[in-house]
Nanobody, 124 residues
Framework: QVQLVESGGGLAQPGGSLRLSCAAS????????MSWARQAPGKGLEWVSGIYSDGSDTYYADSVKGRFTISRDNAKNTLYLQMNSLKPEDTALYYC?????????????????WGQGTQVTVSS
């Protein structure tokens, strides 16, 4: 069955960095676009970043553009999110998500499987 396991969250100071990882199994990872989404306390889900199945293109929300970098290693079935210049407003539960259809021509904010999430807290 599909499994997505996030790791790498924790406590960071404003201006600091964290790198999230998502280990995927149970499906052909290289055939699916992947995403990172987050949910802060009391707020709705925000799609943070997405990446094409082959890694050839990416999407970023305006709130993280220039600070976060998404990448993937299809040989290791792993998705990454490098987060730099962290701000307190980046505090949230971060989820890894799998696209709904294989070999989509691009990326879309759609998912049929989610990980359990990893907590990121940015505070001094």
């Amino acid at each position: 069955q599909v499994q997505l396991v996030e790791s790498g969250g924790g406590l960071a100071q404003p201006g600091g960095s964290l790198r999230l990882s998502c280990a995927a199994s149970g499906f052909t990872f290289s055939s699916y676009a992947m995403s990172w989404a987050r949910q802060a306390p009391g707020k709705g889900l925000e799609w943070v970043s997405g990446i094409y199945s082959d890694g050839s293109d990416t999407y970023y929300a305006d709130s993280v553009k220039g600070r976060f970098t998404i990448s993937r290693d299809n040989a290791k079935n792993t998705l990454y999110l490098q987060m730099n210049s962290l701000k307190p407003e980046d505090t949230a539960l971060y989820y890894c998500a799998k696209d709904t259809v294989p070999l989509r021509a691009g990326w879309a904010p759609e998912s049929d499987y989610w990980g359990q999430g990893t907590q990121v807290t940015v505070s001094s």
